[in-house]
């Protein structure tokens, strides 16, 4: 059974820094993306991360100060996010996907989804 596992979430203050990790049990998969929901609002997309690293997406809401990088050897992704702002505060979700990056952010849903990690940014 697959397993996403999202870690390294906390309080931290606006301007400050985080590194969020996903980790992921069972098969290597193909696009690797970052969403997050904060109370009351949809879910959003934050970035995404192709197998090989190569063609990475972002919101236009975080370029610039997240960066997404991926360690298959070890099955995780991470998500470095830095400058951050009280509106970045939501809970982070680390999504899988068998399609290419460009099938994902056309609308192909994600199959696997972890339970998420709390980022609150205190101003």
């Known amino acids: 059974q697959v397993q996403l596992v999202e870690s390294g979430g906390g309080l931290v203050q606006a301007g400050g820094s985080l590194r969020l990790s996903c980790t992921a049990s069972?098969?290597?998969?193909?696009?690797v993306a970052w969403f997050r929901q904060a109370p009351g609002k949809e879910r959003e997309f934050v970035a995404v991360?192709?197998?090989?690293?190569?063609?990475?997406r972002y919101a236009d809401s975080v370029k610039d100060r997240f960066t997404i990088s991926r360690d298959n050897a070890k099955k995780a992704v991470y998500l470095q996010m830095n400058n951050l702002k009280s509106e970045d505060t939501a809970v982070y979700l680390c999504?899988?996907?068998?399609?290419?990056?460009?099938?994902?952010?056309?609308?192909?849903?994600?199959?696997?989804w972890g339970q998420g990690t709390q980022v609150t940014v205190s101003s």
């Open positions: 999504a899988a996907g068998t399609g290419v990056v460009p099938q994902h952010m056309s609308g192909r849903p994600y199959e696997y």
């Open positions: 069972g098969e290597a998969f193909n696009a």
């Open positions: 991360v192709a197998y090989s690293g190569g063609d990475r």
